[in-house]
């Protein structure tokens, strides 16, 4: 896979999702402004919304991979800093659904969370345990979407990402440094 083509195209997307909001832009629209052909396109992607998951997945794996990241405090601040340094997530954010970007971000986070702590512990999560890396998911998803569309204006990043860190029990605040 072609990371750079990959890459333009997302770039494409979020771009015009900025300009002219989700709901508005087309595949069309996306290969035109990434300049690759239609068999491109569907060589990387499904449709607009695998390009938006694709975004999102980006998102929150620089989070994790950023050298400041090691622990989920750390992975709370850098990723309400990217929210603050990427305005295109807004207009992500306004999608609605169970494909939502918001849907998504919280699938991504229990995916990868569950991934980290399930490799740190050396060993499968228990229902009750998944449930507890679930529930925490949801929230921080849904917060920083409501942190991003100015609910919290006057909280910074690091403000934002410290007070959902505590909601971390220290059983599940593991070093990520080898996620």
Known sequence: MNKFTRK???DAFTQLVSEYGYENVNVAM???RAEVGKTTFYRYFKD???VMFAHCQNLY???LENKECHTFKDLSIILFRETENNMDILALLDTIGYDSYNDFLYKYMFKRG???IEKSWGRSLTKAEEFKVSMFSAGCAKILQEWACGKYHEM???Q???IVSTWISD???VLLDDA
Do not use: M, V
């Open 171 to 173: 059983r599940y605040n």
């Open 156 to 158: 910074s990043a690091e």
């Open 160 to 162: 934002a990402g410290e």
């Open 8 to 10: 333009r195209i997302i």
């Open 61 to 63: 794996d620089t989070a």
């Open 114 to 116: 569950k991934e980290i």
């Open 30 to 32: 996306i290969i035109k």
């Open 48 to 50: 607009k919304r695998d």
